[in-house]
């Protein structure tokens, strides 16, 4: 069983920046994709951006390109999310998700709990 925590939210203004962290426990993750997905007040889950195993490939929604860089370090279970440029739109909880079948964008069956992020403006 995979499990995956994240960590590294908070609040922070507009123009500022965060790092997430989510790590993974259990089974290693090392083998898996792995994907932020964040979720805004009264709106749906959106994908944020995505990891292959290996690093190789990436994959970024549109609505955050350029701001946002994903990153894993297989040796410590754990990948990253580093967010430039916040905007209140922004503020959602970000999850992070983990699977072993191909396809950045999904499924993914392994999820965190969630990680708040508040920017204020």
């Known amino acids: 069983q995979v499990h995956l925590g994240e960590s590294g939210g908070g609040l922070v203004q507009a123009g500022g920046a965060l790092r997430f962290s989510c790590a993974g426990s259990?089974?290693?993750?090392?083998?898996?994709?792995m994907g932020w997905f964040r979720q805004a007040p009264g709106k749906e889950g959106e994908f944020v951006a995505a990891i292959t195993w290996n690093g190789c490939s990436i994959l970024y929604a549109d609505s955050v390109k350029g701001r946002l860089t994903i990153s894993r370090d297989n040796a410590q279970n754990t990948m990253y999310l580093q967010m430039n440029s916040l905007t209140p739109e922004d503020t959602a909880v970000y999850y992070c998700a983990a699977d072993s079948m191909a396809g950045l964008g999904g499924p993914y069956r392994y999820w965190g709990q969630g990680t708040q992020v508040t920017v204020s403006s």
């Open positions: 259990g089974r290693t993750v090392s083998s898996y994709k």
